[in-house]
């Protein structure tokens, strides 16, 4: 579309009483006169300059390259926890090389959309794709536990922040009919590189050793901040010093601390420590009142709040973050506790990853696929609810896997559950943006991923919980009367490598405890689904544009795509 064809369509729009241009541009907010800012204005302007489709391959495809780096670092970690565990002899604090990686995702993602708008979203893709390098290096070179946490951190705060200000650009550049095929180009990156990941990780280890599976991808990344510092430039969207002071620091502090006290508390409970000891007791009140805090501060002091209460209210908003929040745990807890299954089976790390590859392909083909068909019928009610049904179908399913399941069942198992995980993602995300108006994309968008993080963070939390807490309590009850139980069963928690070393008459009890123990997992985190199923249904029809000034066409169907709210 040219820009006199849309500037034409903005003009012909009807005006209400005030003389402001009434299109999906004033869902949420209008009331207030946040519309008719200069900020806003000036930024309209530039968004009815839609760029060419050759135009939008290029700067999204220089954004994507660093996209399917983060992903393929989120998922390398799943097959390589094992070996990394055992080579620091702490298989139970496997989850924080998963969790601290997603803690920093949590903590990135909520400020990147105010930050961005501040210093331009090329800044923003450059800072990430640093961190991102210098969190990987400080991975492959980490001679302690200490210092793999602390450079997953680092790798989690780039990483956020490359997946978030991705999901901008689009925005920034394709009108919302189209959002839903061009975000499914997007997460055929992410799960090309989700899916890789796990096999990449497994081969690494098992040819070169799990550290150059983190120093390989250091090269990468600095091609991707070449690129995007070369192809992306777009304007930025406030300007001035003084806006910094608008950013919400406060807010993101305190839901930081909120997150590192909840985590702290389920991580160790049962788990390194008794649910009853002072550290987890406290854990978990302080939690709550920060999270009492950052609500406050959100909805009272902050003048540009990280996630905006505001908007939280709105129904659509609020049952598309959840929706995501729930469904994120269940995955994720399954992305990671399922090669956990595989590798008690006998597989080889790398056999592992292989079998997690229909998930990132299914996720792939879910997200184009749902898009594709927003796109022909500007609705996308419907889709999730099929979605979320498939998701659950196939959820149930991975709970009846044993460990003599056949080879060919997780297959089918999880590409049905991708495909189910990228619909949802990609239908989510469009309800929440044709939810509200364009100047808060950015900030609701932000929201959403710090959503989707903290529940990512809290489903592995949740698994470890669940699988730790059962399988301590399933060997000390099997075997705890046996003269050697205190001096196995730790190890037996501590390394998958113990498995081959067990005594002819505690393997079999073993393997038993073990898989009642990850079974517990699968219920619980299907049990999350179902939950998250049922949020959904909160989701409100709005109405998809067809341009990026979301103003209506004289040709418009009048009678389609018809806004409930």
């Known amino acids: 579309m040219s820009s006199t064809q849309s500037t034409s369509n903005l003009t012909a729009n009807p005006r209400d009483a005030r003389g402001t241009s009434v299109s999906e541009q004033t869902p949420l907010l209008a009331e207030q006169g946040l519309n008719a800012t200069p900020e806003f204005q000036e930024r309209q302007d530039h968004l009815v300059q839609e760029p060419t489709t050759k135009e939008v391959i290029l700067i999204l495809g ?24 055992s080579s620091f002899h702490s298989f139970s604090l496997l989850s924080w090389l998963a969790t601290g990686y997603l803690i920093a995702n949590a903590a990135s993602q909520p400020l990147s959309g105010r930050l961005t708008d501040i210093f331009s979203r090329r800044t923003g893709l450059i800072f990430s794709n640093v961190f991102f390098a210098v969190g990987n290096l400080i991975c ?8 793999i946490v602390l450079g997953r951190v680092i790798a989690g705060i780039g990483g956020g922040g490359i997946l978030t200000i991705s999901v901008f650009v689009t925005s920034d550049l394709v009108p919302l009919r189209k959002r839903g095929v061009w975000q499914g ?24 050793g799990w550290r150059w599976a983190f120093l390989i991808q250091v090269p990468f990344v600095v091609v991707s901040g070449i690129l995007v510092a070369v192809k992306l430039d777009l304007p930025v969207k406030e ?3 003084a806006k910094l002071k608008r950013v919400d620091f406060l807010g993101a502090i305190t839901l930081v601390i909120t997150l590192v006290l909840f985590l702290l508390g389920l991580n160790t409970g049962g788990n390194q420590l008794p ?3 002072p550290l987890v007791l406290t854990a978990f009140p302080l939690s709550a009142v920060f999270l009492m805090i950052f609500i406050y501060i959100e909805a009272n002091i902050a003048s540009e709040p990280v996630i905006p209460v505001r908007l939280l209210l709105n129904r659509t908003v609020f049952s598309a973050c959840l929706t995501n929040w729930l469904v994120v745990m269940a995955v994720y807890g399954l992305i990671f506790y399922l090669p956990l299954l595989f590798q008690v089976q006998g597989s080889s790390a790398t056999g592992a990853g292989i079998k997690l590859i229909p998930q990132a392909v299914g996720t792939s083909l879910g997200s184009l696929g749902a898009g594709i068909l927003m796109r022909a019928s500007g609705r996308y009610s419907l889709y999730s609810m099929i979605s979320v049904s498939l998701l659950i179908v196939s959820n149930t399913l991975i ?10 069942q997780p297959f089918i198992y999880f590409l049905l559950m991708g495909i189910a995980y990228g619909a949802i993602l990609t239908i989510t995300l469009v309800a929440l943006v044709s939810a ?14 710090a959503f989707r993080s903290t529940g990512s963070t809290i489903g592995i939390t949740v698994a470890s919980a669940v699988f730790q807490n059962i399988l301590k309590s399933g060997l000390w009850s099997r075997f705890g009367d046996r003269e050697e139980a205190k001096r196995l069963i730790p190890r037996i928690r501590d390394s998958l490598d113990e498995l081959r070393k067990l005594p002819a008459d505690w393997k ?17 985190l299907l049990g999350l689904t179902i939950l998250g199923a049922v949020v959904s249904l909160g989701m409100r029809e709005h109405k998809l544009h067809t341009n990026l000034a979301r103003a209506e066409s004289p040709d418009a169907d009048a009678d389609a795509d018809t806004d409930a709210e």
């Open 399 to 408: 709970c009846t896997l044993t460990l003599s399941s056949p080879s060919w």
């Open 62 to 85: 220089s954004v994507w390259v660093g996209v399917f780096l983060a992903a393929l670092d989120t998922t390398v970690v799943a097959t390589l926890t094992g070996p990394i565990s």
């Open 140 to 147: 492959g070179l980490a001679k302690s536990e200490g210092a």
């Open 185 to 208: 180009f997007g997460n055929i990156c992410y799960g090309a590189g989700g899916g890789l990941g796990g096999v990449f990780g497994g081969w690494i280890n098992d040819t070169l």
């Open 436 to 449: 509200v108006d364009h100047e808060h994309h950015a900030v609701v968008t932000s929201a959403s991923y």
């Open 508 to 524: 079999p009890g073993v393997l038993a405890t073990y898989m009642e123990s990850l079974r517990a997992v699968f219920l619980t």
């Open 275 to 277: 649910w009853t000891h």
């Open 239 to 241: 300007s001035g010093k």
